[in-house]
């Protein structure tokens, strides 16, 4: 079934250069591009946005990385988009991600990992309408 994903390009994968790189892996794997935007989060914007880890220990330093520099946001459209995002971006950890994975080959570590991916179609969902209204979804 055709579906929909969001992700980010991360404030250390845009700092280490990493943009085009991370795109042609996306774009090799089979992901049409539905919107697409380079900007910065607030921290009170990257707060909102992560608000269900806001509880965790690591919630301070998380809405700190976030909004240290630029992102790229996308909204990305793939058969079993959200399952197959996951598997190319590999697991949360790069220490623990497969070898290929773009947090294998990108990320710094747990906390700056490169990118991000949606966990379900519904948060994808929400994620997705966060950045972009339905007249930059193509
Ligand atoms: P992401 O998939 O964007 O969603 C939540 C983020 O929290 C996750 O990627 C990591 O960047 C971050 N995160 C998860 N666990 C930790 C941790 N133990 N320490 C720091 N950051 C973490």
């Not at 991360?10 to 250069?17: F, I, L, T, Y």
């Not at 790069?94 to 490169?114: L, M, Q, V, Y």
């Amino acid at each position: 079934m055709t579906n929909r994903t969001f992700t980010m390009i991360k404030p250390d994968a845009v700092e280490d250069g990493h943009i085009g790189a991370i795109l042609n892996d996306i774009n090799a794997a089979g992901f049409r591009i539905v919107a697409m935007k380079y900007t910065k989060l607030s921290a009170e914007q990257a707060g909102k946005f992560y608000e269900v880890h806001q509880e965790r220990p690591f919630y301070g330093e998380l809405v700190s990385f976030m909004s240290s520099g630029p992102i790229v946001a996308a909204i990305l459209e793939k058969d079993h988009a959200v399952e197959d995002f996951r598997k190319l971006i590999g697991a949360t950890n790069p220490a623990n991600a497969e070898d290929g994975t773009i947090r294998k080959k990108f990320a710094r570590s747990i906390g700056e990992n490169a990118v991000h991916g949606s966990d379900s179609n519904e948060n994808a969902a929400i994620e997705g309408s966060f950045f972009f209204s339905a007249l930059e979804q193509f």
